[in-house]
């Protein structure tokens, strides 16, 4: 298996304008989860998806902020509008049952400016 | 709330040992998790410790656990380049991922 897919790598987008950030879980992989890093922060959970359905969205910060899982090897991250202070990297990771560890894509790096 | 902390950077030279330490202030702490981010990649778990256990070794990986202290230590024997990366340190009281709390990071640089 190829692993968790994100795309795009990098994203370097002006202020105010929409982003999508991408993921394709691991197959079979039925729990999906989107983290956030940041230097100041460190890692955040943002939220996590369970069988396509978001179970736990406390940890995304703002209405700006929004996730989708359409079917169960798809999944997006939107913030419109961006600004400045969403700039991070952006982890996905999916496990195949809700208590065991998880798998980690390699991670998008959004910069606004 | 729940808190992991690590120191933010280690240096060691090639060949000799590692010890990344952590500790951890959620007492429900039931899994102990080591991960590995290598620069631009994501996070990849390196291995992780039941809280009933004391001790996990895994090849030139040795897990150490003082659930009284609630200290966690990584050793990496033999260090080598490829292990520089930056090493994550996390917990769950249920073992998700949903649940994961994950200290700071420690970046590791092994010098030749």
């Known amino acids: 298996d190829a692993g968790v897919i994100q795309s795009p790598r990098h994203e370097v987008t002006e202020m105010g304008q929409e982003v999508t950030l991408r993921c394709k879980p691991i197959s079979g992989h039925n729990s999906l989860f989107w983290y956030r890093q940041t230097m100041m922060r460190g890692l955040e959970l943002l939220i996590y998806f369970n069988n396509n359905v978001p179970i736990d969205d406390s940890g995304m910060p703002e209405d700006r902020f929004s996730a989708k899982m359409p079917n169960a090897s798809f999944s997006t991250l939107k913030i419109q509008p961006s600004e400045p202070r969403d700039s991070a990297v952006y982890f996905c990771?999916?496990?195949?049952?809700?208590?065991?560890?998880?798998?980690f894509g390699q991670g998008t790096r959004l910069t606004v400016v | 709330g729940e808190d992991v902390e690590q120191s933010l950077f280690l240096s060691v030279r090639e060949g000799d040992s590692s010890v990344i330490n952590c500790t951890y202030t959620?007492?429900?702490?039931?899994?102990l998790y080591w991960y590995k981010q290598e620069p631009g990649a994501g996070l990849q778990l390196l291995t992780y410790i039941f809280s009933n256990m004391d001790m996990k070794q895994d090849q030139r990986l040795t897990v150490l656990l003082n659930k009284k202290d609630k200290h966690l230590s990584l050793r990496i024997a033999d260090t080598q380049t490829g292990d520089s990366a930056i090493y994550f340190c996390a917990e769950s009281s249920s073992g998700s991922a949903r649940q994961l709390t994950f200290g700071s990071g420690t970046q590791l640089t092994v010098l030749p």
């Open positions: 959620d007492s429900s702490s039931t899994y």
């Open positions: 990771a999916s496990s195949p049952r809700a208590n065991t560890e998880a798998f």
